[in-house]
């Protein structure tokens, strides 16, 4: 079993900051890509930032700037960074992480975590 558990989530006035962490657990013997997206309401979710194994980040053009994506192999831990918070940045945010399970091949699978909210104010 692997879990995905995000946290640092909350209400924040425009041009403020937060922090997102999402950790996994279970039984892992590796990840590979570990991604942050969000979903606003009436809308899909959409993949905001993405990091591989060795360090390299993606970001979507919307938090480019704004937004660090970080990892702690150790800790199977995944950051997000958010400054300079817009109101449009308003959404669930949940992390994805493809892993490879103990006893389970050379491939991994895709977790989901349960989303962590996050409400900007003007």
């Known amino acids: 079993q692997v879990q995905l558990v995000e946290s640092g989530g909350g209400l924040v006035q425009a041009g403020g900051s937060l922090r997102l962490s999402c950790s996994a657990s279970?039984?892992?013997?590796?990840?590979?890509?570990m991604g942050w997206y969000r979903q606003a309401p009436g809308k899909q979710r959409e993949l905001i930032a993405a990091i591989i194994s060795g360090g390299s980040t993606n970001y979507a053009d919307s938090v480019k700037g704004r937004f660090t994506i970080s990892r702690d192999n150790a800790k199977n831990t995944v950051y997000l960074q958010m400054n300079g918070l817009k109101p449009e940045d308003a959404a669930v945010y949940y992390c994805r992480a493809n892993i490879r399970t103990l006893g389970g091949g050379p491939y991994g699978q895709d977790f989901w975590g349960k989303g962590t909210l996050v409400t900007v104010s003007s």
């Open positions: 279970g039984s892992i013997f590796s990840i590979d890509t």
